[in-house]
Structures are given as structure tokens and as C-alpha cells.
């Protein structure tokens, strides 16, 4: 429970306001920020699916997770989102903060037993999107992201047949940082596709680290939170799905060290549409600050 800031200032983040509206973003769309409502994203894109260097993924892995023989198999999903469920001001409401696009890279990797999908690393489009992601332990970086689907934000495309092609590009401070593409060859079984790929569907949760330094000059060097996070996701639910044949290359960049990930061998890759499900909000499976 919040401490009170007074009778007048109100909002989900700050800046707080007689009105709440400045705040960075309004309520999360969690049912835990909705109460009664059914919040729910829908997300349209690319899943890039390759082998990497494994020896090189295991040491991106926190312990303590750990490495199993499918860290190699990395996944890129490059799409665009939409929340619904919640209720939207037309009056307040800027296309950035309520057309999402996120590129989100996923490691496979165990914890206690348990397969998870370790999140490395999103690129997003947003500052909506930014923010709200380093509360549910989604290390994020603001990024320029461009994609050709066959779904909105290009409605022109028409729908999805054999041979139908898209791509999607990442870029920050105006270097390329991923180049991908996708060729639809046949469509694929959603339930099969939400029971099988990692990260996606039931029984594979993904999991991220929330990590806030304490600032405080004498506690400087220790942590307010630092702990492993699963998304408590349920309700699964997928339109459609087309398999096919992708490619995916990163930039160069020092920076971004994208390159030491580059593929070995593209695997089965998807194109998916209508992906959606409930998201209470996320399930602390390990805490740093408990040793």
C-alpha cells in the first residue's frame, strides 16, 4: 500500500496531478488495475525461431536459472500490440501509447524443474511501453521499430495466403540493429503452436528480473527489489498462424552486442495474428534480496 501523497494528487505514475492524467502511463492493463474488467492484449507479428551460439546464450542466463539443451533455440517476436479490455479516452489517447510494437528476444531455461523463457531483452517503441515494462521485469530499450504485415498498421495487405511475405526492422541512434523477414508457406494449428513453442504458450511461462538500485547516498550499492519475476498468464488464445521461412541478421553495433547472437540455423517460424490472453500481473519465483 502507497503511503499518501495528500487529497490531490492522483494517478498510476507520476508526474501525479489534481486529475491523475499527466501521470507516464495510466493503469497497467492488469485485471490487479482493473478490477472486474478483462484486460487483454492483442498481439500480430513475426516469431523469428533460430539456433545460436549455446555456450554464449547460457552466459546471459542469471543463475539461478539455468541453461537446458534448448537455450540454443532462441525466439524474436517482432510485432505490434493492441490493449483492450480497457477503457480508452479518445481525447487523451496517443497512437504510440495504444499501438505497441516490441521486438522481445526469449532464451529457454529452467528453474527448479520448471521450463521458462528467459526474457533477455525487448526493444520497444514507446514510452508508455518503456516504462511499463520495467515494473513487470522487462529489461526494455527505446527503439525506432518498423514492420510490413499483412495487419494493421497496413490494412492494405489483405489477408495472409501462401507466398505472402513481410518484414520488420529495429534500429537505434539510426543504426540498423535487426533486419528480419518472413515468406508464409502454410498455415500452422494455433492450439499446437500455443502448447509447443516456449514462452508462448501454458506451462512455459516467461520470466524477467526487476532490478532497482537503492539511491540513497549511505545505502548506495544495494537494492531496493532485485528478483526473478514470472508473467502469471492465463487464458490463452490464438487466431491464426501461418509457418514458414524467416530470416533474421543484427547490426554490428558494440553496443548492443546483438551480433554475438547471430543465427546459426533459422528454425520452423511463424507468423502470428490475434494472440491474446489475461495477464493478472507477475509471480516472484526467486528473490536476490532473501540470501
Known amino acids: 500500500?502507497?503511503?499518501?501523497?495528500g487529497p490531490h494528487l492522483k494517478g498510476f505514475a507520476p508526474p501525479f496531478s489534481p486529475t491523475g492524467r499527466s501521470s507516464i502511463v495510466p493503469a497497467m492493463p492488469t485485471s490487479a488495475s482493473h478490477p472486474g474488467a478483462r484486460p487483454r492484449p492483442i498481439h500480430a507479428g513475426i516469431m523469428a525461431r533460430f539456433l545460436a551460439d549455446g555456450d554464449y546464450l547460457a552466459k546471459l542466463i542469471p543463475q539461478p536459472l539455468r541453461a537446458t539443451e534448448r537455450t540454443p533455440e532462441v525466439s524474436v517476436f517482432l510485432n505490434v500490440s493492441v490493449p483492450t479490455g480497457v477503457e480508452l479516452d479518445p481525447d487523451l489517447a496517443e497512437l504510440e501509447e495504444w499501438r505497441l510494437t516490441e521486438a522481445l528476444f526469449t532464451i529457454p531455461c529452467e528453474y527448479e524443474g520448471v521450463e521458462y523463457a528467459w526474457r533477455y531483452l525487448m526493444y520497444v517503441g514507446s514510452q508508455r511501453f518503456f516504462y511499463s515494462a520495467t515494473m513487470f521485469?522487462?529489461?526494455?530499450?527505446?527503439?525506432?521499430?518498423?514492420?510490413?504485415?499483412p495487419a494493421p498498421p497496413h490494412p492494405p495487405r489483405g489477408e495472409v495466403t501462401a507466398g505472402t511475405t513481410m518484414k520488420a526492422t529495429v534500429s537505434r541512434f539510426g543504426q540498423r540493429i535487426i533486419t528480419s523477414t518472413f515468406r508464409a508457406t502454410e498455415p500452422a494449428d494455433p492450439q499446437e503452436l500455443l502448447r509447443?513453442?516456449?514462452?508462448?504458450?501454458?506451462?512455459?511461462?516467461?520470466?524477467?528480473?526487476r532490478y532497482i538500485p537503492d539511491m540513497v547516498a549511505a545505502n548506495r550499492g544495494e537494492m531496493l527489489v532485485h528478483d526473478l519475476v514470472a508473467n502469471d498468464i492465463d487464458d490463452w488464445e490464438l487466431a491464426e498462424a501461418w509457418s514458414g521461412e524467416a530470416t533474421i541478421t543484427f547490426g554490428t553495433s558494440e553496443r548492443e552486442e546483438l551480433h554475438h547472437l547471430e543465427p546459426i540455423e533459422m528454425l520452423e517460424s511463424y507468423y502470428v495474428?490475434?494472440?491474446?490472453?489475461?495477464n493478472p500481473g507477475v509471480a516472484v519465483i526467486y528473490d536476490y534480496l532473501a540470501d
Open 273 to 278: 495474428s490475434g494472440l491474446t490472453y489475461t
Open 1 to 5: 500500500m502507497a503511503g499518501s501523497m
Open 196 to 209: 509447443t513453442v516456449i514462452g508462448y504458450g501454458p506451462g512455459s511461462p516467461d520470466v524477467g528480473m
Open 137 to 149: 521485469g522487462h529489461v526494455s530499450k527505446l527503439a525506432e521499430l518498423d514492420f510490413l504485415f
